[in-house]
């Protein structure tokens, strides 16, 4: 069993920043074994979107098209976190943040783990509202 919690979230201006946090906890959770995580995110009224996804080596990151360039995704596998910091914040970034986490043995690419559907475990979500 792996529990995600969240946190960081907030009101930030716009062109402001923001750092989230994911801890992943559990009896017997390290992120030296879980190999992918990512974060997602949901407006109002909207279906989930993927924001970024990052791999155990923490060398290979994925974005969303429409995060590119302002997000930066990272982990501390020692600390079991993984930590997006988000830069240059717009109104359309506000939105409840989750975190997931694959935990299968096998990975199916990159693709794969845009969907949520690639993800075993949520998070409950961190609100993060930007004001312009």
């Known amino acids: 069993q792996v529990q995600l919690v969240e946190s960081g979230g907030g009101l930030v201006q716009a062109w402001g920043s923001l750092r989230l946090s994911c801890a992943a906890a559990g009896r017997t959770v390290s992120l030296y074994i879980i190999d992918t995580m990512g974060w997602f995110r949901q407006a109002p009224g909207k279906e989930r979107e993927f924001v970024a996804t990052?791999?155990?080596?923490?060398?290979?990151?994925y974005y969303g098209d429409s995060v590119r360039g302002r997000f930066t995704i990272s982990r501390n596998n020692a600390k079991n976190t993984v930590d997006p910091q988000m830069n240059s914040l717009k109104d359309k970034d506000t939105a409840v943040y989750y975190c997931?986490?694959?935990?299968?043995?096998?990975?199916?690419?990159?693709?794969?783990?845009?969907?949520?559907?690639?993800?075993?475990?949520w998070g409950q979500g961190t609100q993060v509202t930007v004001s312009s």
């Open positions: 997931a986490a694959a935990t299968g043995t096998t990975y199916y690419g990159d693709t794969y783990y845009r969907r949520s559907s690639g993800y075993d475990y």
């Open positions: 990052i791999r155990r080596s923490g060398i290979s990151t």
